[in-house]
């Protein structure tokens, strides 16, 4: 009978949607949130033996929630993860590290009182861990659509025999960004980190998306003191000029097919020169 053992592991409430209404003589404010726990600890009893002793139900982390948004309300994503994470720590012996993630869809007020419009594509993001190391905080944004119809190139790259991709001087760069970016200590406004990543993806001239990644990162760095780290994920949103001559038409770089997949998918981070990165930022399966 071969030995076996348990490695890591964790538990937790996944996707509590949550939304909170705070009501107002001027209006109301809309918040909107999707929050994942994650847990570690003493756990391998559970899965060697059944015995659930020291387990905190998901079902009781979902109220805590809800119970938090309550009497505690939610100043930022960030702050509201932080309280979470540690609650769970500090109050179960068993459990020794949390990990906290929230997703915020933004909604704009149309009246300024009780009428909102959601933005459908842009969400807020952040990542919480909690333990025996202390408190790391990750700010982020996912879905970020950026296009410039100009200003972008592509060529000089290894060729072989299975090599189709024409060269071009100028083409369409579009892209869905996922970033994220980590203080050395607590948290940060993340205005200036998203407008930063806009900024330098606008006035950027391109000569491959890799390119176009440092520079967002580099000016995330630059704008932002206390940011010590930017990891981007741009998917390139490849948009092709059609050939019109079999309809006896040219097509001078005006109409084009936009091909969701496959596509080609750059990451990358970048830090400032010396910045440490703790083992638990990189704490998921």
Known sequence: MPDFELGPNQ??????????????ADGDRLTDLNVSVALRGDLAASHLTGDNAAVLPTDTQKNTVFAFAREFGIASIEAFAVRLAEHFVATQPTIHEARVRIEQYPWQPVDGRHTFRRDASEVRTATVH?????TQVASGVTGLVLLKTTDSEFH?????RWTTLPETRDRILATSVDATWRTAAGFADPGPARAALVEAFADTYSYALQQTLFAMGSRVLERCPDVVEVKLSLPNRHHFPVDLQPFGLDNPDEVYFAADRP??????????DGATVPQEVAWTF
């Open 263 to 272: 596509y080609g998918l750059i990451e990358g981070v970048v830090r400032r």
């Open 156 to 160: 000089g790259y290894l060729k072989d």
């Open 130 to 134: 909690h333990g025996p190391y202390g």
């Open 11 to 24: 538990y937790g409430k996944a996707e509590t949607r949550l939304v909170r209404v705070e009501r107002g």
